[in-house]
């Protein structure tokens, strides 16, 4: 039994539509363009998913478009025989551009403070850059 996990909670704003900010994190392209990384895997629920070369994976388990992913969801350094965690990522629409509210259970603890800034370094501050880029005709 794995008793050592934890939640991450995270509330970012992204000055995009929401959809936009789906479709980054969801379409393969859109997604390696704002990581500088491999990403595999369509967005279709029960579909497998590889983000950052391989680092992260899972499976989709709900897609709402423009609205919600839920995904299993676990790197490649996970501890043996950890089951994945559960991420969530709901979007809200706000006058700057979407909410993005970030959930993600039954992390290793051991690891939840690398990969709360990784959420961070890796996602939010590129993504942002992403549409900043995009507003400005980069």
Known sequence: M??????????????????????????????????????????????TFTWLNGYAFGVYLDLEEGKRIVQEWQTEKWPTGSPPSILELVFNETSNGTEVTLVQSRVPAEYAEQLTEGWMDFYWRPLQHYFDKKRSGQ
Do not use: M
């Open 2 to 47: 794995h008793d050592n996990v934890t939640t991450i909670r995270q509330t970012i704003q992204i000055s995009a539509k929401p959809i936009d900010v789906y479709n980054a994190l969801t379409d393969p392209e859109q997604h390696a363009a704002f990581t500088e990384a491999r990403v595999t895997g369509q967005p279709t629920i029960g579909n």
